[in-house]
């Protein structure tokens, strides 16, 4: 097995002076803790499987030297380049990226932009990853799919390796349904199917993964069950993952020798003083104006803290090429120097700021010194800096003053958690965190430095690869059961070899696709030549076995050789007879429970009633999806009740509830109608629980195939209606040979 990591950049990042290309570690919590993690040992000490990381190198490479990045990023660090225009990068990422997602995921939809031309190079950029990548997969890797940048590509590589097992983490946010909704109808349901390309999706919290599903739903019209997603032809797995940090190479780093004596230089300019400390990228996300106007707060409401506390800001340059972030970065200087001008004097400075990257062995010692971290994102995937500074405390004082808005604070409630929108509530826990007794730090920081020791970023990581490789062991059990390769052919051979053959079909579902209402899925002119030429085979007896009012089948295929059962059982009509009731029985309920029916059709917007002679059927595929199924369950409890002593069954479908006289169903029908004859070959093929009687009835040697994947009693199973008729078409051809040009009489 070969683990192959895609992201949007590699682990290093190559510039050029004078022509030379110029190679250094890439920065970010994605390109370091996924590193760390394949660079690793197992916890056996055995090396990890074989890996690749495929991305983007940072800049537009020269052909001349793709060569040479090419087999630094092969030496160094198990890489292999994408190598992209860098024109077409900047309308990827400044322009959909960052002007289109990362506002909108993080919940500023004002400062979303929404230009097709960005839209189309997203595409571009994901089918050219796709391109590269598919050219260096191999039957038996495993594919870990990173971020916003490349929602469209699972799909993309499932399309040409059907069958391997593609990861996909997202690390920043996903947004409410009523924010993801802002997308425009295409966008959206397209980065959605990109998405359920994988068998595996995760997110840092279940927030994030109920806001996923929703918008599955309202999107695909997927429902979950458990956090599993039952496709067509497979199933996806979404899952929480909260990513960790490398806890010990944080707490080595901070107990150094070398660390200690910065501190000591550090607080001898600062003695007297309490030290909070604030470190993050540039970015409206961060809320660092919000945290500026709070600490302001804090110095109005407290004056006895004048001259006793310092307040070290620290922010890294981050996309300067985005207009935003130019704007805001003179917002914040402006805010810094009123601070300073109206709290500050020649004795004190109350604010110290600091625009520029801070290396790792600067931004350990300031974990280290301050008394308070104060980490107050408006919005955060994650937030990996809160869980640095935990793991940078060896004598486990400190207090961290954490955003609710940040992924972490749903793990580390042992934190001061506060509102990043409210100044009162920076005033308030800066005012708790200064005063807080050295006793309650050391127990609250034992408590999260334990959690995060256990789930660091090497354990993350292999949850997820294990979880990605354990969604292998349904898809290959599901595999199993495919009527493709061996198994089609078998039948084929069967169907050919046989002279007598019954062919049982439902049909919503099975041979045309669901509508949104029933009238309206009606059969097109191949579905009737296909049947036609079925039907018309002398060694053939094929009935349409549906739930559908008999005049309805009457007035659809009445003319075609086929035999009909309607309303699951109650009709039958063979071939070359009128139609007949297979159960003596009244219908005379109807009256009782039609107004039952009707109030949650008028309760249900989009919501339908459908009368037949002896059901009456509430559908509710065009009602709200989220709504629906709550209206559901109360009716199936109301007809519960209410139904108790009447001679009818309740029955739950594909978004219809059904309630019809008891005794019938289509199992029934199909002996009934396959009595009498003496068939070699049996074939029944339908998609919802109505067909699991026809399943359990037919013999064993019949194959039964159920449309979807799902809990069936079928033998084997078929994606859609569109390989339902890919089979059958097969079949045909043999049929048309046998016919010789022979129509059989209705």
Partial sequence: MRLVVVSNRLPFTVSFAEGTPQFKSSAGGLTTGLWSYLDSKSQDGVERPDCLWMGWPGTSIPPAQEAAVRAYGAKHYKSNPIFLPEECMDRFYLGFCNKTLWPLFHYFPTLTRYEEEHWQEYRNINRLFAEALVKELRPDDVVWIHDYHLMLLPKLVREKFPEMPIGFFLHIPFPSWEIFRMLPRGWREEIIEGLLGSSLIGFHTHDYVRYFLTSVLRTAGYEHHLGSLTLRDRTVKVDTFPMGVEFEHFEQAASSKATGLRVEELRQKCVGQKVIFSVDRLDYTKGLIDRLRGYETFLKNNPQWHGKVVFIVSVAPSRIGVDSYQVMKLELEQTVGRIVGDFGNVHWTPLVYQFRNLTFDEIVPLYRLCDVALITPLRDGMNLVAKEFIASRPDRTGVLILSEMAGAAKEMGEALIINPFHREDFANALEQALTMPVEEQVKRNKLLQERLRRYDVVRWADDFVQSLLSTQKTEAALRAR???????????????????????????????????????????????ELLTVLGSDPANELTIVSGRPRHTLENWFGRLPISMIAEHGVWLRNTKSDWHMLKSMTNDWKERVRPILQLFVDRLPGALLEEKEFSLAWHYRRADPEQAPLRAKELLDDLAGYTRNIDVQVFEGNKVIEVRNSGVNKGTAALEWLSGQTPEFILGIGDD???????????????????????????????????????????????????NGTVRAT
Avoid: C
């Fill in 482 to 528: 495919a009527l493709t390769g061996k198994a089609l052919a078998m039948l084929i051979q069967q169907y050919h070899s046989a002279t007598r053959r019954a062919l049982l079909l439902d049909y919503d579902g099975t041979l045309v696709p669901f509508a949104a209402e029933p009238r309206l899925a009606q059969p097109d002119a191949e579905l009737l």
């Fill in 689 to 739: 629980w109505t067909d699991e009687d026809l399943f359990r009835a037919l013999p064993a040697s019949a194959f039964s195939v159920r449309v979807g994947v799902a809990n069936t009693a079928a033998l084997y199973y078929l994606s859609n209606h569109t390989a339902v008729r890919r089979v059958l078409r097969e079949l045909s051809d043999s049929s048309r040979g046998q016919n």
